[in-house]
Structures are given as C-alpha cells and as structure tokens.
C-alpha cells in the first residue's frame, strides 16, 4: 500500500560531514557566551528541552523561522546533556529592551544567527554541491505507524484464521458443506 512510501520518507538521510543547521549560526558573537531573560519573566528566551545537542538546538531554532534570532546550550558543570533555549525574536530585535536583559555566563554557549547572504539572483557555479536533510513530518511518522500496525493486525487475523483451521483438522474434525436444501 502506502507504506513503502513512508519508510522511504523516513529512513532516507543525506548529510554532510559537518553540522548543516549550525553552520546557519554564529558562535562567536558580540555579547559573548550567556543568555537571555527567560520568556516567563518578559525576556526572550525559551525552553525546549534538556539533552539536546548544539545541532539539535540549531534545527528547533531553524524551524520557527526568522523569528528566532539565535538560541543558546546550557551545560551547567559536569552536566553532559545540553539544556536548549531559543530566543523568539529576531536577531535585529535582542537587545536590552526587548529582552529585559542579558546575563554573561561561560557555561552558556550562545549562538546568533547569521545574516542572510544569499544572493538569490545570481547562478549557481558548476560544481557547487548542496548539503540537505529529508525530515519527516510527524503527521507522516504516524501514518507510516498506523500502517505497520494495520499490515501487523492482519497477518496476525489470517495467522490466527489459519491456526484454527489446521487445529480443527487435527482432532478428526471434517468441514462440511451446507447443502440449500428446501422443506416440504
């Protein structure tokens, strides 16, 4: 059915040999290592979640679009899983009123977004190769499992089918065919 189709959409993977979403940010930025005031107190930085890798922050930052500026990996100590925090504005717009306020901090590795410097007019050179990742939508993730799961559930109801009609014809039973038959 549909289902080849959906593996394939999410097994297949091209990626380069360095970190695609990273290279759209800049680690080395004025205001140095640090973060910004959390959303919940005015400020422009948000929670996605702990264990995530600088890679894994820049493609949550990269799907919300230029509305995010930048974000920042907290790894506090010898804590080795990566607290990832996006801003939710612009990078043009991180600044000390918009933000409430920076906090300088070395174990904050910061990252702005880099400026978009593509010149969209111009042609391509020969030669010039492309880095890019196939994702897969969730939605489509579901169906795939969806899918799976109803193939599964059949082979297991015509298994079953089967394992009674074998078991049937081991213990002496015979099937028999009903005959139309009319009453007078």
């Not at 097994?11 to 290592?33: C, P, V």
């Not at 264990?51 to 493609?59: D, H, I, K, L, V």
Request: hydrophobic share 35%; net charge negative.
């Amino acid at each position: 059915m549909f289902l080849p189709f959906y593996a394939a959409i999410w097994l297949i993977q091209i990626k380069s040999a360095h970190s695609a979403a990273l290279d759209s940010f800049d680690s080395n930025t004025e205001t140095g290592n640090g973060f910004w005031e959390s959303e919940a107190q005015g400020g422009c930085s948000v929670s996605i979640g702990v264990g995530m890798t600088e890679e894994e922050c820049a493609q949550e930052c990269l799907d919300r679009g230029d509305s995010c500026g930048g974000f920042e990996v907290w790894l506090p100590g010898i804590d080795i899983q990566g607290h990832c925090y996006v801003f939710n504005k612009p990078l043009d717009e991180l600044n000390d009123f918009n933000c409430v306020r920076f906090h300088a901090n070395v174990d904050c590795k910061k990252y702005d977004r880099k400026e978009n410097t593509c010149s969209c007019s111009g042609s391509v050179e020969p030669g010039t190769s492309f880095d890019f990742e196939l994702r897969t939508p969730r939605s489509l993730l579901f169906a795939a499992l969806l899918t799976v799961t109803v193939v599964l559930s059949t082979i297991n109801i015509v298994f079953m089918a089967y394992a009674n009609c074998c078991k049937a014809r081991s213990k002496g039973y015979k099937a028999v065919k009903y005959a139309d038959t009319e009453t007078d």
